[in-house]
């Protein structure tokens, strides 16, 4: 799915194209390299991220397990987590952030506090 979104630049209009696989593969890759860094360099024991076909599970051994993946379908990024249970999210073109189709909660800071909460350590920084 492509939008379109049409701004005025210096009288000129100007259109920004919007790709559904390419964004959430990367705030996918993005959400997997920071927490996969973090977690390593924090010490996080019982820590384990992976990032395949499309779905980035973030382990945190017995306290909990955090499941994202894109649903191309319906163009929607869906979290399962241990802290707040299962959401989906839709990319919001105007903020150029995901946010949770009910709540409109932004999805990253959302996910570091709840990590930060599972995991007992603090340092997280998801937002780009």
């Known amino acids: 799915m492509q939008l379109f ?44 991220t992976t990032f395949e076909m499309g779905v980035v599970t973030l382990s945190f051994g017995s306290r909990g397990t955090f499941v994202l993946n894109k649903q191309t379908p319906v163009q929607e990024l869906w979290l399962s987590s241990p802290v707040s249970g299962p959401s989906h999210y839709t990319f919001c073109d105007r903020t150029r952030t995901w946010r949770d189709k009910r709540s409109r909660v932004e999805l990253l800071p959302l996910l570091e506090q709840e990590i930060h909460k599972i995991s007992s350590s603090t340092g997280l920084k998801l937002r780009e």
């Open 5 to 48: 979104a049409t701004t005025a630049d210096g009288g000129h209009q100007s259109r920004l194209k919007y790709n559904f696989n390419d964004s959430v593969d990367r705030i996918l890759r993005h959400i997997h390299d920071t927490v996969e860094v973090w977690s390593e360099d924090a010490g996080v024991r019982g820590s384990d």
